[in-house]
């Protein structure tokens, strides 16, 4: 580099040195303000082997997270199967707790059948009239029976209280006439009552009988309390 | 007036510095060898001034033809996957501090000189002037 020793013109050394200082000074304060305001974060800064890795990690990350989502979203499948299941369930119980409450007589149910009206005639309306009444209509085929408007159970009782006075119906006193409606299929209701010589009517002698079949019968609930105390479901196996 | 020169352009080269544009960080790297290359070169040539064998062609040469050799060499680097700007950066730097040696022991021999024989404080005065006519 200093080999030569050449006697240079001062003007042109200055001219030169002016030059070579405008360079030098613009080109490091350029780069000083590079460096100042770059943001080395930013993505658009980082190194190649930086973004290798930060790639790499994202990426990983993106894998773990569409695990989870896929996780998820069976999860979700799940229940959304589960609840469906379930509705269909309730549904299904739902709709064998009206049938069920149908046959009890937990509600108020109608349809057509026929009304027996019973009263005294020469003789009193006994329990045993009523519960012969009762067991025909159930042969005939009714649904649900109600006298004088206390709806028949199974575990519903009828006895005399007293002589040819009053009957009991499930603890309440009940007196003549003996409205007693049923529904069912009318027209087989009605021929088996007026069945000769065994059906209800003939063979209720010395009271007043009338059986009208009616399109619309009308039946009340049971308003009192259904216990169960001593039976227990048998587990069939 | 060289040292006019010097001042000016450096007022001159921070206005053009401070209004340029920015350049991208990828090519940051580059510009920063070349400075570096550039920096050598301007203490060597100091160097040289004090040593009396200050050349303006292989000064010139060598301010510019470094910087754009460390940058070729930097760039070359990358294709290579080797990081040759460290070598550039550490012959640069040692290069540069070997000048500063220069120059610093210069100036102290200088001062001390003075310190010791006022007499020849002529003769020294002589001598800068004649590095200065030669500058």
Do not use: H
Request: charged share 25%.
């Amino acid at each position: 580099m200093k080999k030569f020793k050449i006697k240079a013109d001062v003007t042109v050394v200055t001219i030169v040195v002016f030059l070579v200082c405008i360079v030098l000074v613009s080109v490091m304060l350029m780069q000083f303000r590079t460096v100042e305001q770059t943001d080395i974060t930013a993505i658009e800064n980082m190194r190649e082997s930086e973004l290798r890795t930060a790639l790499a990690e994202w990426k990983n990350r993106y894998e773990d997270m569409n695990k989870q989502l896929e996780d998820v979203n069976a999860r979700i499948t799940e229940y959304r199967k589960n609840i469906e299941d379930n509705e269909v369930a309730a549904d299904l119980i739902e709709e064998e707790l009206q049938e069920s409450n149908l046959l009890v007589g937990k509600t108020d149910v109608y349809g057509e059948g026929v009304t027996v009206t019973l009263n005294n005639g020469d003789m009193g309306v006994q329990a045993y009239d009523l519960i012969d009444l009762v067991n025909e209509l159930r042969y005939a085929g009714a649904e649900a029976i109600s006298i004088n408007g206390i709806r028949v159970l199974p575990m519903t009782y009828i006895v005399d209280m007293g002589e040819y006075t009053y009957i009991m119906v499930d603890l309440q006193r009940l007196e003549a006439p003996y409205v007693v409606k049923a529904i069912g299929d009318k027209e087989e209701l009605t021929r088996v009552l007026n069945l000769d010589g065994s059906g209800f009517v003939d063979r209720a002698v010395g009271i007043k009988v009338s059986v009208t079949a009616e399109n619309r019968v009308e039946i009340p609930k049971y308003n009192g309390e259904l216990d169960v105390q001593y039976m227990q479901e048998a587990v069939q196996e | 007036m060289i040292f006019i020169a010097i001042i000016l352009g450096c007022i001159v080269g921070a206005l053009i510095g401070v209004n340029m544009p920015m350049i991208s960080y990828t090519y940051s790297g580059y510009l920063a060898i070349a400075i570096i290359a550039a920096l050598d070169t301007v203490f060597g040539g100091i160097a040289s001034t004090l040593k009396k064998n200050f050349d303006l062609k292989i000064f010139v040469s060598g301010f510019f033809g470094n910087a754009i050799l460390a940058i070729l060499l930097t760039y070359l680097g990358q294709k290579l996957n080797v990081d040759i700007y460290l070598a550039a950066i550490v012959v640069f730097v040692g290069r540069m501090f070997n000048n500063l040696g220069i120059i610093r022991r210069y100036y102290i021999e200088k001062f001390s000189e003075k310190k010791k024989d006022t007499k020849k404080e002529e003769q020294e005065q002589v001598e800068n002037s004649e590095e200065e006519k030669q500058n």
